[in-house]
Structures are given as C-alpha cells and as structure tokens.
Nanobody
C-alpha cells in the first residue's frame, strides 16, 4: 500500500520559513520522480517543485529562488524548504510520487501552509 505522509505545515508570518517533509512507503523511492504541488482555495492545483530520480530539480517561476526541494533516498523522504514566504503561498501542499517504471502517480493527503500576519 502506497503512503505519502506530509508534515511541517502551519501558520507563519510573511518573510518566515517552513520546511515540509514527505515520507514515502510502498513505492520504489529511488525509481520515483518526486514533487510538491499546492492548491489554494478556489484555484486549481499547481506544480511547485519537482526532483527527478537522478536528483535534478525544477521550480515554478513563482517560487524559484525562495524554495528548495531535496530528497533523501535512504530515508525515502522528500523535503521542501520554503523561505521568504508570502501570503500568496498560502495553500494546501501535496506530495506527489511518479514511478519512472509504471508512470503511476500517487498523492499524499496534503498539509496546510498559511502565511499571514
């Protein structure tokens, strides 16, 4: 059974930082592209950042230079370090895993990030 468990969300003031974690089980982590997506109220889910199975990362323009994605294959965990947070970053953040073998996508349950003074 696939499980992607996100943690690290919360309430933070503008300009603050948060680190999200996503612990994976039930997948071959080293053969999976990992990513973070977010969905704000009334909006579609959007890509935030991805890291390939070969540790190549990519970012949405809106977060490039402020967010950093990383992965630890030994711990089967992917991280999203978020710095200089802005109110527009407020959303539910979801972890995604895509198998490079089957192309199957799996999702976590999401973690809320609220940026407000």
């Amino acid at each position: 059974q696939v499980q992607l468990v996100e943690s690290g969300g919360g309430l933070v003031q503008p300009g603050g930082s948060l680190r999200l974690s996503c612990a994976a089980s039930g997948i071959i982590f080293r053969l999976s592209h990992m990513g973070w997506y977010r969905q704000a109220p009334g909006k579609q889910r959007e890509l935030v950042a991805t890291v390939s199975n070969r540790d190549r990362s990519d970012y949405a323009d809106s977060v490039r230079g402020r967010f950093a994605i990383s992965r630890d294959n030994a711990k089967k965990t992917v991280y999203l370090q978020m710095n200089n947070l802005k109110p527009k970053d407020t959303a539910v953040y979801y972890c995604n895993a895509q198998s490079i073998v089957t192309q199957k996508n799996d999702w976590g349950q999401g973690t809320q990030v609220t940026v407000s003074s």
